[in-house]
């Protein structure tokens, strides 16, 4: 147990026993390749009070395959920024988190998510998520030292709504 399975299979031979069949299992503690358990197979002789079995005994070895991949949750997608990570950590994934202006999302709700929802990713994967950053900031033109009526057609060329003027127009 512990030992990569090809220096199990050389410790099992070298012991005079004979490597049996090969099992894998998810092991959240122990990385892939790593032996998790070898006993005699089914129908040898089971291992005495000290723990030793007659030589020639076959061996089967459980295999670890690593950490049991996670399942990319749903309802990522329309909820805020810090639902979705806890939603990740809580499953042991990474949000990879970039903001992007929207004028239909509030600021701060996950857009996007780049991997679909019941999708299977290893331990620790990072998942993209897409923020509102909200609508995109407009600048104010710098209108100082025209006049009202070239002001107010310079802010509604950029986007802005003139309610009106104070003072002479020209």
């Keep these: 147990s512990g030992l990569s399975e090809a220096e199990a299979r050389a410790a099992i031979e070298e012991a005079g026993l004979a490597v049996g069949e090969r099992f894998t299992a998810y092991d959240e503690e122990r990385e892939a390749g790593q032996v998790l358990l070898a006993l005699p197979a089914e129908g040898q002789e089971p291992p005495d009070a000290e723990g030793r079995v007659p030589k020639g005994t076959v061996v089967d070895v459980l295999v670890s ?3 049991a991949p996670r399942v990319v949750p749903e309802g990522l997608v329309g909820v805020g920024r810090s639902t979705a990570v806890a939603r990740l950590e809580e499953l042991q994934l990474v949000a ?3 903001e992007q202006y929207s004028d239909t999302v509030s ?22 998520l897409v923020v509102s950053a909200g609508p995109e900031p407009i600048v104010v033109p710098d209108v100082s030292g025209r006049s009202g009526s070239e002001a107010a057609a310079v802010l509604e060329g ?3 709504t003139v309610s009106g003027i104070e003072g002479s127009p020209s």
């Design 158 to 160: 950029a986007g802005f």
């Design 107 to 128: 600021r701060g709700v996950v857009i996007s998510a780049g991997t679909a929802p019941g999708t299977e990713v290893p331990r620790g994967s990072a998942v993209a």
């Design 65 to 67: 395959d690593g950490p």
């Design 96 to 98: 990879d988190v970039t």
